[in-house]
């Protein structure tokens, strides 16, 4: 079974921007949902971040925004077509390389996990759209700049998805927005006022709606597309999600990374899967780990071992019934164990202890559980005791008017596999293959999971634009926690002065 899509993933720098900007306030104001991502220069500490507290977990990450930056911002704008078939998006991913303008710590580990993953430091520091963080400094409310880009994403009112986003709202919010206020439950209750659509986190849909037996970014994209490819290949009155992206041409097609989401062939590399990044999606070896940590292959063993559990569900089942009708009256040999397979308790898959996660449902096909351990901030690079990673999510349309392919659903096995637009040659489309942690592309797979989470959970009578999932509305993820944070503004909480200040400019009141 194939899935195969090429994504157009628009590079915007500071020679492009305001070309762009049109194009970018257009797919912002007609979306249906932004998702956002976010790559960073360092978070610090992982013991502090993950503090048993969540308000000493807000401390820290505050004080990584503050002394951090964001070198790089993804927006994918998922735009509903409801005059298609099925749940049918037009999609356009922007990838925006930023610099702030500010002093700002980057870390080792950030830049080598970058550069290993394609980032251009090189870009960054000569083409980079500048940004100052906190509040706002004179004249620049009004003029096409990053904040101003973000001011116009909260104007459009939209559904915001991120992925684990907790790290990106609070860097979303220090350097595009205000001055980050002193407690949690402040920041909450500005959040809930900013956007009024609901802020969504995928990584706790994929838990906890879609119980995936892993929750990282790739595992669920992949998981999704998959999961999708079979529900179009079986037919049936099932809903099914399309996409659609734009075609580019001239000069814009120099501005477009084609971006391959072809599944990897399972026989390349080891076959023998690391279960540390199977569970987690790292390893602290990284390229050097003798193990596999191809994604398709970890995806695969997993269908297996669910495969083979519901056969032995079956059988067990099938000998039950058999023994109860025998006249024996049901009962079993008293040399007989009860009808249970050895550490087989039911786990929800995804399920959090209060520091660590669980082995992933069942067993893997290796036989042998994951090692126990906190999991990962934002699915990046980590270290031991001081593990640096990313944050992430961010989604947007590009040029409306460049018109649009036909829809993308996965081609049937022995399909050739499209070509990306514009005449690209096999090797170019090769080389953007390369550095799947990328804020545009990484935007693009957050909302794809959210666009099938309400497609597979959205009843085939239900009006698809009441297909939101309002079991995971206004619910981050927190790490080694079972309960999600709460975007909500409380009795106890008021909005801080700068939020209030802030949403009068977005408003025009200032």
């Known amino acids: 079974m194939t899935t195969s899509m090429i994504v157009p993933v628009i590079d915007v720098q500071g020679n492009n921007f305001k070309e762009l900007w049109p194009a970018m306030l257009l797919a912002i104001k007609t979306s249906s949902f932004i998702a956002v991502d976010t790559e960073l220069s360092g978070l610090g500490s992982r013991k502090a971040l993950l503090a048993e507290s969540i308000e000493d ?13 964001v070198l790089s911002l993804g927006i994918a704008c998922y735009k509903k077509l409801e005059n298609k078939a099925d749940d049918t ?7 925006l390389t930023l610099l702030c303008v500010e002093e700002y710590i980057i870390e080792p580990q950030s830049v080598q996990f970058l550069v290993q993953h394609g980032f251009d430091f090189n870009k960054q520091y000569a083409q980079g759209i500048p940004y100052y963080k906190g509040n706002d400094k004179g004249g620049d409310v009004h003029g096409q700049n990053v904040r101003t880009l973000f001011v116009e994403l909260l104007r459009a009112r939209r559904p915001l998805v991120v992925h684990n986003g907790l790290i990106d709202m609070v860097f979303l919010y220090q350097c595009f927005y205000a001055h980050l206020p002193e407690r949690l439950g402040t920041f909450t209750a500005d959040l809930s006022e900013m956007f009024p659509a609901g802020v969504f986190d995928t990584k706790y849909a994929a838990e906890y709606e879609l119980r995936f037996a892993a929750s990282y970014l790739e595992y669920a994209y992949k998981k999704c597309k998959l999961d999708n490819c079979k529900l179009v290949n079986a037919g049936g009155s099932s809903p099914n999600l399309f996409l659609e992206f734009c075609s580019y041409s001239g000069h814009l097609c120099s501005y477009v990374d084609y971006r391959p989401c072809s599944q990897e062939s399972s026989q390349d590399g080891p076959q023998d899967v690391c279960l540390r990044f199977s569970a987690y999606g790292w390893c602290p070896s990284g390229s050097s780990c003798p193990m596999s940590h191809n994604t398709d292959l970890i995806i695969q063993q997993d269908e297996k071992t669910k495969e083979n559990k519901r056969r032995k569900r079956k059988k067990r089942k099938h000998k039950a019934n058999q023994e109860a009708g025998g006249g024996e009256g049901g ?30 449902e069942g067993e893997l096909a290796t036989g042998t559980s994951p090692p126990t351990e906190p999991e990962p901030m934002n699915d990046q690079p980590q270290v031991e005791e001081e593990p640096q990673t990313d944050a992430h999510v961010l989604t947007d349309e590009g040029n409306g008017g460049n018109g649009v392919c036909e829809p993308q659903p996965p081609p049937a096995e022995g399909a050739p596999e499209s070509q990306p637009p514009g005449g690209k040659t096999a090797a170019q489309a090769k080389k953007a293959e390369g550095g799947t942690h990328r804020a545009g592309f990484d935007a693009f797979m957050t909302g794809y999971i959210f666009s099938f989470a309400c497609t597979l959970k959205r009843s085939p009578d239900e009006p698809s634009s009441e297909s939101l999932l309002p079991e995971c509305l206004n619910k981050l993820y927190l790490s080694g926690k079972s309960v999600p944070l709460h975007i909500a503004k409380s009795t106890f909480s008021k909005s801080s002065k700068a939020h209030t200040h802030k949403m009068e400019v977005v408003w025009g009141k200032s």
Not at 89 to 95: A, D, E, F, K, S
Not at 334 to 347: D, F, I, R, T, V
């Open 331 to 360: 009962c079993l040999s008293p040399n007989k164990k009860p009808c249970l397979e050895e550490g087989s308790s039911e786990h929800k898959e995804g399920e959090l202890a209060m520091e660590t996660l669980p082995a992933k």
């Open 89 to 95: 998006y037009l999609v356009q991913v922007y990838n």
């Open 57 to 69: 977990r807000y401390k820290a990450i505050c004080h990584a925004a503050r002394t951090r930056s």
